[in-house]
């Protein structure tokens, strides 16, 4: 309740409640002295009364003893006394207040409301207590009205004299004056509280007035006027709060600008974010696009190539043959990093965590540069720490695509000597984790100081003149870094001029469960001999299916040609096929529809099921995932390779 309150009320409210504690202390010390007072004032009052009737009893006790017949005269005596006191003390102004006189055997001799004589009441209160005190005072209860006593024993006669007194009788007096002085504190108390209020109101009315601005400011009014008044400390937090509220309003000014400002500028990035993004796109379309257009053509040169390779040929024909081929593995190699660098631009590079074997992956890119270092005299060897686990968890192709551009770079610029690959395992900083450090360490020309500094940015070559001696698009290294840094490594390069360079890296694997060593050998991977498969072939390029289908037959499988999904479902409810390999871009019906609805059975129940293998120009992120989630159980991009295409038949199959 208290905080609900204003300063203004609160003071008040204190003000109020410590006079009226001071008032009523002052009324109750005030009550008890009048009371005491009183006490002893009407204490003396009816003890000279009462001894007065004691001093007149004795005069009459003297004379009846003068008589010398106080046995004679003694009830006359008597009966003039009680006449004579109860004519004089029950004809008072006040009939609550009267004298009481009784005899020690408990016979009533005076009493205004009970005849005398005759009765006898001995076992009250009021006179046992009075025969017990014989001389003094004493509070009682007759009939639930407190009365207050003040006894004498007159012994000549044997009798108790007594002046019962109601006690709002014997303290009318001070209630009285009680109640005239409540009276008066109350309006004391309630002329002090206006007048209080009063003084705090004008003292105060400055802070309401400082209060209404602040509550004006906090919603957002700034005009509202402050008045200043008088010259105390009250007039100088008035002028402050002025000069405050001229600062807040430069300052919302001046917040004002600079968040429209900020508004523009937001907005103008927006702007330029979605022109971005929309360029961005773009050139990811126009990538896949190019992608697509590319291997197609590509495809038809590599198969043809391929295939004028394994016919009667002299050496001169075969080396043509084999530059051709050499040429066409260098133009396949710079598209897929012009690619993989849009992917990683994109963010569409996603990082595996799939279980694989390091010797492994070390071995495939052994056998991938074996025949080119032997080609260019150079020793080429792998070491791989003896302390490392067998199994580990990681992104496998991330990882050889590191090394395959890093052994690739040390071999292209090491004319001769060695490239020797390391791996390392590093301390265990969790228990679950295996840092692994890879070198490649190679005796070829070495980089150039000024050359670091650009070494990992896309399309830096160390040698960028007319006159270079080493092809290349300089795409590498930048793609080795940013996929590095995706699978939460490091690398760097020590290097010097004519002497050679060592790169490494260091990436984190997670470690696989030990029973996964243990597992059996995938049966999939369990090559197939060589039975002849009847294969249905969907490609609307006829460079490309007669190069698909020369690589088949060598294989000892027989082939049929269509040109589109929806021949594809015809040709295959009409005839059986063991397998069917698809083209994703086909007039008429799509390769991904017309898997779609094969699985669905319109080719046949029993054939929905029939394995059919993606062949396809599409390589961007997803693509594989996308044809596999269609229903396709493989996937093979173009160009062809006839190692390729035998591996994704025995998988399927």
């Known amino acids: 309740?208290?905080?609900?309150?204003?300063?203004?009320?609160?003071?008040?409210?204190?003000?109020?409640?410590?006079?009226?504690?001071?008032?009523?202390?002052?009324?109750?010390?005030?009550?008890?002295?009048?009371?005491?007072?009183?006490?002893r004032s009407q204490s003396e009052v009816y003890a000279e009364r009462i001894d007065k009737i004691m001093r007149y009893l004795k005069e009459k006790d003297q004379l009846l003893l003068a008589t010398g017949l106080r046995d004679a005269y003694i009830d006359s005596f008597q009966d003039s006394a009680l006449e004579y006191l109860g004519r004089v003390y029950n004809n008072t102004s006040n009939p609550e207040?009267?004298?009481?006189?009784?005899?020690?055997?408990?016979?009533?001799?005076?009493?205004?409301?009970?005849?005398?004589?005759?009765?006898?009441?001995t076992d009250t209160f009021f006179f046992r207590t009075a025969l017990r005190l014989r001389n003094g005072e004493f509070d009682y209860d007759y009939f639930g009205e407190p009365k207050w006593a003040i006894v004498r024993t007159f012994e000549p006669w044997g009798w108790i004299v007594a002046f019962a007194?109601?006690?709002?009788?014997?303290?009318?007096?001070?209630?009285?004056?009680?109640?005239?002085?409540?009276?008066?504190?109350?309006?004391?108390?309630?002329?002090?509280?206006?007048?209080?209020?009063?003084?705090?109101?004008?003292?105060?009315k400055p802070i309401?007035?400082?209060?209404?601005?602040?509550?004006?400011?906090?919603?957002?009014?700034?005009?509202?006027?402050?008045?200043?008044?008088?010259?105390?400390?009250?007039?100088?937090?008035?002028?402050?709060?002025?000069?405050?509220r001229a600062s807040v309003r430069e300052r919302i000014d001046s917040l004002h600008h600079e968040i429209q400002q900020r508004k523009r500028t937001e907005r103008q990035l927006h702007e330029a974010k979605t022109v971005a993004?929309?360029?961005?796109?773009?050139?990811?379309?126009?990538?896949?696009?190019?992608?697509?257009?590319?291997?197609?053509?590509?495809?038809?040169?590599?198969?043809?190539?391929?295939?004028?390779?394994?016919?009667?040929?002299?050496?001169?024909?075969?080396?043509?043959?084999?530059?051709?081929?050499?040429?066409?593995?260098?133009?396949?190699?710079?598209?897929?990093?012009?690619?993989?660098?849009?992917?990683?631009?994109?963010?569409?590079?996603?990082?595996?965590?799939?279980?694989?074997?390091?010797?492994?992956?070390?071995?495939?890119?052994?056998?991938?540069?074996?025949?080119?270092?032997?080609?260019?005299?150079v020793h080429l060897s792998f070491e791989l720490d003896p302390d490392i686990p067998v199994f580990l968890r990681g992104d496998a192709p991330k990882l050889q695509q590191i090394l395959n551009n890093l052994v690739g770079n040390a071999l292209k610029f090491t004319k001769q000597g060695k490239v020797a690959v390391c791996v390392n395992a590093l301390p265990v900083l969790r228990q679950c984790e295996r840092r692994l450090l890879f070198s490649v360490n190679d005796t070829g020309?070495?980089?150039?100081?000024?050359?670091?500094?650009?070494?990992?940015?896309?399309?830096?070559?160390?040698?960028?003149?007319?006159?270079?001696?080493?092809?290349?698009?300089?795409?590498?290294?930048?793609?080795?870094?940013?996929?590095?840094r995706l699978m939460r490594g490091t690398i760097c390069v020590a290097t010097e001029e004519g002497v050679g360079s060592t790169f490494f890296v260091c990436i984190p694997f997670n470690v696989e469960d030990a029973n996964v060593q243990d597992a059996p050998p995938n049966i999939n991977e369990v090559a197939i001999t060589g039975k002849e498969q009847r294969v249905l072939l969907a490609e609307d390029d006829n460079v490309n299916a007669m190069v698909v289908v020369k690589h088949l037959e060598k294989l000892g499988h027989s082939v049929h040609v269509v040109v589109d999904g929806q021949q594809t479902i015809?040709?295959?409810?009409?005839?059986?096929?063991?397998?069917?390999?698809?083209?994703?871009?086909?007039?008429?019906?799509?390769?991904?529809?017309?898997?779609?609805?094969?699985?669905?059975?319109?080719?046949?129940?029993?054939?929905?099921?029939?394995?059919?293998?993606?062949?396809?120009?599409?390589?961007?992120?997803?693509?594989?995932?996308?044809?596999?989630?269609?229903?396709?159980?493989?996937?093979?991009?173009?160009?062809?390779?006839?190692?390729?295409?035998l591996t994704v038949i025995e998988e399927v199959m």
């Not at 009226?20 to 005491?36: F, G, H, M, N, P």
């Not at 007194?165 to 504190?185: G, N, S, W």
């Open 1 to 39: 309740m208290f905080k609900r309150l204003s300063l203004v009320q609160s003071i008040i409210l204190v003000v109020l409640l410590s006079f009226t504690v001071a008032a009523w202390s002052v009324l109750l010390i005030t009550d008890r002295q009048l009371r005491e007072t009183a006490d």
């Open 165 to 204: 007194v109601p006690k709002k009788v014997k303290y009318r007096d001070v209630l009285a004056l009680r109640t005239r002085l409540t009276v008066t504190l109350i309006g004391i108390t309630l002329l002090t509280c206006i007048g209080v209020s009063f003084v705090i109101w004008r003292m105060t």
């Open 97 to 121: 207040i009267y004298p009481v006189i009784q005899r020690v055997d408990g016979t009533m001799m005076l009493h205004p409301k009970i005849a005398r004589g005759g009765i006898v009441y």
């Open 277 to 377: 993004d929309h360029a961005n796109q773009a050139k990811s379309l126009f990538l896949a696009n190019m992608s697509h257009e590319l291997r197609t053509p590509l495809n038809g040169v590599v198969g043809m190539l391929q295939l004028l390779g394994k016919t009667p040929l002299n050496s001169e024909q075969a080396k043509y043959t084999e530059l051709g081929l050499l040429s066409c593995t260098r133009l396949m190699e710079l598209l897929s990093n012009i690619l993989d660098i849009a992917r990683i631009e994109a963010g569409k590079i996603e990082i595996l965590n799939d279980t694989f074997n390091l010797a492994e992956t070390m071995q495939a890119v052994n056998h991938l540069f074996s025949s080119a270092a032997n080609q260019a005299n």
């Open 445 to 484: 020309i070495g980089i150039a100081d000024g050359k670091l500094t650009k070494l990992f940015e896309p399309f830096t070559q160390a040698d960028d003149s007319f006159t270079k001696q080493y092809q290349g698009a300089g795409l590498g290294l930048s793609i080795v870094r940013r996929l590095v």
């Open 208 to 244: 309401r007035e400082l209060t209404r601005a602040a509550q004006a400011i906090s919603k957002g009014d700034l005009n509202f006027t402050t008045p200043v008044v008088g010259k105390g400390d009250i007039s100088i937090l008035a002028q402050a709060f002025v000069s405050m």
């Open 570 to 645: 015809e040709a295959l409810s009409k005839d059986d096929f063991d397998i069917i390999f698809m083209d994703i871009q086909m007039p008429v019906m799509d390769g991904v529809e017309a898997t779609k609805r094969i699985r669905a059975g319109e080719a046949g129940e029993k054939k929905a099921n029939i394995p059919i293998i993606a062949l396809t120009a599409y390589v961007m992120v997803r693509d594989k995932e996308k044809f596999l989630k269609a229903g396709m159980n493989g996937y093979l991009a173009k160009p062809v390779d006839l190692d390729a295409l």
